[in-house]
């Protein structure tokens, strides 16, 4: 059956998945973007990100290559998309990643706040989801026509899936940073009372991957 | 100048440095020891728990003997003593490592309640404090002439200490297991607001183990 995936989402090693005060020109939060080390050289995001060819090959490639192998939907929270907080002001945010995004299927965007669908260039389209957890895995597996659902973040959607034991499978980076401060990912979740296991670790020079699967 | 050192201080994936529910039969909370994996094996870790020779050598057994290097007395915190809590019911409780302790210098436990002067056999003499951090760590520096005080946990102590920036380094090891529940390390801690900086990260098969120096 189609899996829920959780992957390349990188912790710091006191814990958080993001630092403090998101904004437009923090989108992961200050000191945020340091998480992302492992990351950016790879050639899966030097492709994804960037548009370049090449890139680096090794462990932290396998892994961000797997993040997008067979995935056919993606769910974000609201603060994943974009800065904008409360209603929808006007249309005018289309996302962090250009006319045309990473995703390049549909991707469904939890917000109390409804919107129109958002169709971008090259396969993506952002649906805005009012209903829930529940019904934005619902669409989103429809979407995803057999394919996996991967939740992109942040701390507060993954955590409510994981509540839920709904997520599968997650692949978690831990960089070699602290951040003092912002959302911690594993806060008020016990992994092993909700079923999951370490599975696979693996290190890099960059940063330690673990896959943690519910049993 | 000599150091306040924290030493091959293990957390799980989720943070934890102790699991949950700490007794007799389980020093380390429930769950507690899968923590020392990397540990267990090497060669300083046998020789100085079990009195064997040999044991692995490598990065693991790196980190575990620097550990030991340069240290002139401990500091414990009264659960990392033993599992009594409130006033000592009597002399009999002599720490969980039997007539000849792992430790071979003067160790300071902080506790609430006074007791004698404890020595073992091998060089090992535990003195309890009550005055507090400050007053175990004027007492451990006097003690160690001249080398490093060892903080040996647990979170708590650790914590105390942290907060007033009193620790030059921590060796801290990732292993790569998931607690659950119990004590965080980092709970609470803004490390990067307290001047520490991760300087160095070497991996295992077994563990991810970092050092956080203060700036």
Redesign the interface.
């Known amino acids: 059956m189609a899996k829920l995936r959780v992957e390349g989402f990188t912790i710091s ?3 958080f998945g993001a630092g403090p005060d998101q904004d437009i020109n923090n989108p992961l939060g200050v ?1 945020g973007t340091s998480l992302h080390g492992w990351a950016m050289p790879t050639r899966t995001f030097q492709k994804y990100l960037f548009g370049n060819d090449g890139g680096e090959v090794g462990i932290d490639e396998d892994f961000a290559a797997r993040g997008f192998r067979n995935v056919g939907a993606w769910i974000l929270g609201r603060n994943m998309f974009g800065p904008v907080r409360g209603p929808w002001p006007d249309e005018s945010w289309r996302g962090w990643w250009g006319d045309n995004p990473v995703y390049h299927v549909p991707v469904f965007v939890l917000t109390h706040h409804a919107r129109a669908p958002l169709v971008m260039e090259g396969g993506t389209t952002f649906h805005f989801v009012t209903q829930g957890i529940a019904a934005a895995l619902a669409q989103a597996r429809e979407a995803a026509q057999g394919k996996d659902v991967r939740v992109g973040g942040g701390v507060n959607v993954i955590q409510q899936y994981l509540r839920q034991r709904l997520i599968d499978e997650m692949h ?1 980076a ?1 960089a ?6 912002g959302e ?1 990912l ?1 806060e008020g ?5 909700l079923g ?3 599975t696979r ?1 693996e ?1 890099s020079p960059l940063a ?1 991957h ?1 896959l ?1 699967t519910r049993q």
Chains 1, 2 share one sequence.
Do not use: W
């Open positions: 090693l006191d814990g000191g978690i831990i070699p940073v602290l951040l003092g401060a911690r594993f979740i016990n992994l092993p009372a999951y296991a370490c670790r290190s330690t673990v943690l």
